[in-house]
């Protein structure tokens, strides 16, 4: 499952001159260091690992400047074009060695990369070598066991911190990528069907479970509504807009109105649907005051703010997504696979199919990539979708043998470590991937 990086050639290159070009004066040290780098073995967690050795002869090196610059720069939080050894990890040093390994804030990039290392004496002497290595486009990473009971929901990570929130039965699980830090908050209306989504304008997450708010600055839950007529929602209304009122999704084709602050239902929409127990999967809130309903199953709905019809189309969703943009509208179609669809007829723009059709849809923050999760619980692994080309371009394969529940993914906010949700006989885990791509 570990994807094994290999280098293709190694190039050692060594430069000693003084400034000017004339004779050092007797007893100046001039020699450069003789530096070789190569791969060490991976951890198993798909980052690149480097040894860096240097030899200066007789004059043995005090505390060296090493610097590391890839010839495409790094992906991620902390991404660069210049000098990586500040960002990578040390994990190993002494006089003549160091052991520098990659983080998931500075990837580099999948392909072909050239990295010159060079190591400079406190005499200014520098010594260079040079490595070219081959990297996947996406790699295992690491896995959380999270157990307890019931399943999750779908990984929820905002765009203004790296935190990557998952809720599921009774609990919701924080996750700190930057340093492995896990921390789960017991809460007892939340569900493994608790659809949450960040607010835009407060750092606040909306629970569709009896209408919650999870304050992020404090971590801590706010108040639950008291009105039992918003309880037992499936879904919560995403937008690109800061929230003015929640639209929560519910199993017999009804959705509520409520208000932000209290969870006061305000009005109720009851969707035309020839299955009465069909359930409101998602729901979109567009910029052009319309609403986006999928229905699994009674297919999609698109109705102004007051609730009225205004086009309907046949099938069954199991997920929507919205671009940055709030003009690009993606669906998860439960036998189909994946399609655009526009926003105001409902025709679909394109599509992909996909054997057990699809799950769930989530975007890269860059708008570029999608995950797609498999709606078969026996699929052999979800995937990444190129949005702008419309295609698929790469397998995730899944890390579990037997049947499991996938509840979908999402990356880590400029990031590019990929967290996805799922419960199997012993328990609920994420696994995490390196997105190179």
């Known amino acids: 499952m570990v994807n094994r990086v290999q280098f293709l050639s190694a190039l050692i290159l060594l430069t000693a001159c003084s400034a000017d070009g004339a004779a050092p004066p007797e007893g100046e040290d001039t020699q450069a260091p003789v530096v ?3 791969l060490a073995p991976d951890a198993g967690d798909g980052l690149l690992r480097l040894e860096i050795h240097w030899d200066d002869g007789a004059n043995p090196l005090s505390d060296p400047t090493i610097r590391i610059v890839g010839s495409r720069g790094t992906l991620g939080s902390a991404a660069t074009t210049g000098d990586v050894a500040g960002l990578w990890r040390v994990l190993r040093r002494d006089a003549s060695n160091v052991l520098i390994g990659e983080t998931g804030g500075a990837l580099l990039p999948a392909g072909t990369n050239e ?7 406190q005499a200014g002497n520098t010594g260079t070598a040079k490595l070219r ?3 996947p486009r996406v790699q295992w990473h690491t896995r959380y066991a999270l157990g307890g ?20 039965f009774r609990r919701m699980i924080i996750i700190d990528p930057n340093v492995g830090y896990l921390r789960s908050l017991l809460n007892p209306y939340l569900s493994e069907t608790s659809s949450a989504i960040c607010a ?12 919650q708010r999870f304050d992020r600055d404090i971590i801590r839950f706010g108040t639950v509504s008291p009105f039992q007529a918003t309880r037992g929602a499936y879904s919560i209304a995403q937008g690109v807009d800061p929230i003015e009122e929640l ?3 519910y199993s017999d084709s009804r959705i509520v109105v409520a208000d932000r602050m209290s969870g006061r239902p305000l009005r ?6 020839s299955h009465p127990e069909a359930l409101v999967a998602a729901i979109l809130v567009l910029k052009n005051t319309r609403i986006v309903a999928g229905l699994h199953p009674g297919g999609l709905r698109v109705l102004d703010r007051g609730g009225t019809e205004l086009r309907t189309r046949d099938g069954t969703v199991r997920d929507l997504r919205l671009d940055r943009t709030g003009t690009r509208v993606f669906a998860a179609l439960d036998a189909d696979g994946v399609a ?4 105001q007829t409902l025709a679909t723009l394109q599509s992909v199919h996909l054997p057990g059709g699809a799950k769930a849809i989530n975007l890269r923050s860059d708008q570029k990539l999608a995950l797609i999760t498999a709606a078969d619980a026996n699929a052999e692994a979800n995937y990444l979708f190129d949005l702008d080309r419309w295609e698929i371009i790469g397998a995730l394969p899944r890390s579990s043998t037997g049947p499991r529940i996938d509840s979908g993914g999402a990356w880590e906010y400029n990031g590019r470590r990929l967290f996805i949700a799922y419960s199997t006989p012993e328990g609920a885990f994420i696994d995490v991937y390196l997105d190179r791509s």
């Open 149 to 168: 009971e019931g399943g999750l929901a779908n990984v929820v990570a905002c765009d203004d911190e790296p935190l990557v929130y998952i809720p599921g």
């Open 268 to 273: 109720t929409i009851q969707l035309t649907n």
């Open 200 to 211: 835009r304008d407060e750092p606040a997450i909306y629970l569709a479970s009896g209408v």
């Open 133 to 135: 290595v081959e990297l």
């Open 115 to 121: 990295l010159e290392v060079t190591v400079t004496d």
């Open 340 to 343: 655009e669809i526009d926003p």
């Open 36 to 38: 070789q780098v190569s």
């Open 247 to 249: 639209y929560l999704g």
